[in-house]
């Protein structure tokens, strides 16, 4: 069994900055992918992010320049950096592990872009 646990989300200002961490637990086998998607109210959950244990990244074309997601592999951690957030970027940001095209998922974090 896997478990992610995310931390890090809050109220922020448009322009400001956050950042989402994310970490791994349980049976991690070395070689995996990590991310992050979203869900705002009324939307279909939607990709953020996504690192490979090598690292490869992958970014949703909203959050290009914007966003930079990183990895731990020693620590089984994920963190998003999150800047020049806009309101549109409120969301409950979900953390991701995919092992052998399993997905596992944390209960999310939410961020509030908001004036």
């Known amino acids: 069994q896997v478990q992610l646990v995310e931390s890090g989300g809050g109220l922020v200002q448009p322009g400001g900055s956050l950042r989402l961490s994310c970490a791994a637990s349980?049976?991690?086998?070395?070689?995996?992918?990590m991310g992050w998607y979203r869900q705002a109210p009324g939307k279909q959950r939607e990709l953020v992010a996504t690192?490979?244990?090598?690292?490869?990244?992958n970014y949703a074309d909203s959050v290009k320049g914007r966003f930079t997601i990183s990895r731990d592999n020693a620590k089984n951690t994920a963190s998003l950096q999150m800047n020049s957030l806009k309101p549109e970027d409120t969301a409950v940001y979900y953390c991701?592990?995919?092992?052998?095209?399993?997905?596992?998922w944390g209960k999310g974090t939410l961020v509030t872009v908001s004036s």
């Open positions: 349980g049976s991690i086998f070395r070689f995996n992918r």
């Open positions: 690192i490979t244990s090598g690292g490869d990244t």
């Open positions: 991701n592990i995919n092992i052998f095209s399993v997905d596992y």
